[in-house]
């Protein structure tokens, strides 16, 4: 059962079938853009916790445009994995300081992207949970201050009419 | 984790309380080991009564800095409770501005705002927000903007202005962060027009507020709620002699002052609650 909504983004049609293969046996959400200029279409009009992405591309949208697009599009909610070739790490640590959650080098290691993956459920999973609990806290604390607030204004009112009999 | 022992518990609730005010539940035995336990561990030691006498043997070191922190609970967020910010805005900086102006006559209306339990300067920030968006042009304004906290780490990172995605996360507006915050590598840091009003400072709200002057507004929200009754009355108390005689005070939106504080009275606009001198 795995709820993560992944796009998965790259120019070679055989790691993008490996990929969306792998992905959808384990049963995530999975679609599929053929490089950056689509990449940026999609999520600018579609959420996904997960955008898988080569990083050197054709066509004017390289890996780092699509995680420009997915950082302004959601922020910090959307993940976005760099896979990169063999030499060019030097590109990823720039990704990583853009925001990206991690990198991958091909060839693709099955396990390794499956543990990347783990990772990233069990962090959305922590995040909705301190979310659930935020949103408890809040609803009691409203309550609990209505409460609070009309007894507070009450006894003040009542004090004054005190002292003024007094 | 290192198990905390029953006679371990009534020694640190004794020294928390006297370094922070902070009263810790003997019950919560959790509590002190989650927060505590790490810095044991880190330090060397073998259990808490060692943790102890170290961090008391050398009260201005490290030891205890660490446990300040440790201890103190950071939870915080942009415009927590909007109640107090629609507050700010619709009726207390009008009210306030009005009644300085008519004495400043062209010169710069001074204002000085106080956060008295800032942790990592959200509330700050979410302060001179407001009174960006309210007043536009801070040139008109002589503002000083407080924020102080117990915790170094705290405020620290209140100074340093720099948010990670998740506390950036936590309410603000989408069109608020591309306003007043510019992305920086992972994270996010509040511009210096907003930061230039701001001075952060460590303060202990059981020590004596020296050298801070009076204020015009005092933010002491969710604090008070970790001291015992005797030294909520002792802080508020302290905090009614730092406002000016027109000042405003205001709590957390579940705190009360009914039996703390007499100096106070409440007064309400719309759904929030705010205290002025009596």
Not at chain 2, 93 to 122: E, F, H, N, Y
Not at chain 2, 146 to 175: C, M, W
Not at chain 2, 246 to 252: A, H, M, N, R, V
Request: charged fraction near 25%; hydrophobic fraction near 40%.
């Amino acid at each position: 059962m795995n709820s993560l909504k992944i796009l998965v983004v790259d120019d070679d049609p055989s790691t993008r079938l490996l990929l969306k293969k792998w992905l959808e046996k384990e049963d995530f959400d999975v679609e599929t853009a053929v490089n950056g200029m689509e990449a940026v279409g999609l999520i600018s009009g579609h959420y996904y916790d997960v955008v898988l992405t080569d990083l050197m591309m054709p066509g004017g949208v390289d890996g780092l445009g699509v995680l420009d697009a997915a950082r302004e599009t959601h922020g910090g909610r959307t993940e976005v994995i760099l896979i990169t070739a063999f030499a060019s790490v030097e590109n990823a640590v720039v990704a990583m300081r853009k925001g990206a959650a991690d990198y991958l080098q091909k060839p693709i290691n099955h396990d390794e992207l499956m543990l990347r993956l783990e990772k990233i459920s069990s962090m959305k999973a922590l995040i909705k949970n301190a979310g659930d609990l935020r949103e408890a806290m809040d609803v009691t604390e409203q309550n609990a201050a209505a409460t609070i607030q009309n007894l507070e204004m009450e006894i003040s009112r009542l004090n004054k009419k005190l002292s003024v009999g007094a | 984790m290192i198990k905390i022992k029953p006679e371990e518990l009534t020694l640190l609730a004794q020294y928390i309380h006297n370094i922070s005010g902070i009263f810790y539940d003997q019950k919560k035995a959790y509590l002190f080991e989650s927060r505590l336990g790490p810095i044991v561990e880190e330090s060397g030691l073998s259990n808490y009564t060692e943790l102890y006498h170290k961090a008391k043997a050398n009260p201005k070191k490290g030891i205890e800095k660490k446990i300040i922190d440790a201890i103190s609970t950071n939870e915080t967020l942009f415009f927590r409770d909007t109640g107090p910010f629609d507050l700010l805005k619709q009726k207390i900086m009008p009210d306030l501005i009005d009644a300085r102006s008519a004495k400043t006559a062209g010169r710069q209306v001074p204002l000085k705002i106080w956060s008295s339990a800032c942790s990592t300067g959200q509330e700050v920030y979410s302060i001179a927000i407001v009174l960006k968006e309210l007043l536009f042009d801070f040139k008109k304004y002589n503002i000083k903007l407080l924020g102080t906290d117990i915790s170094d780490a705290a405020v620290a990172q209140a100074s340093s202005g720099k948010y990670n995605k998740f506390e950036i996360e936590r309410g603000l507006a989408r069109n608020t962060l591309q306003k007043f915050f510019t992305l920086n590598g992972g994270s996010w840091k509040i511009k210096d027009e907003i930061r230039g009003v701001a001075t952060f400072k460590k303060q202990n709200l059981m020590l004596p507020f020296n050298g801070l002057g009076k204020f015009d507004i005092i933010f002491c929200r969710n604090v008070a709620i970790y001291f015992s009754m005797a030294d909520r009355k002792k802080v508020f108390n302290k905090l009614a002699d730092m406002l000016v005689p027109d000042g405003y005070l205001i709590i957390g939106s579940t705190e009360s002052l009914t039996g703390v504080c007499p100096k106070f009275v409440p007064e309400r606009h719309m759904r929030s609650v705010y205290y002025k001198l009596k």
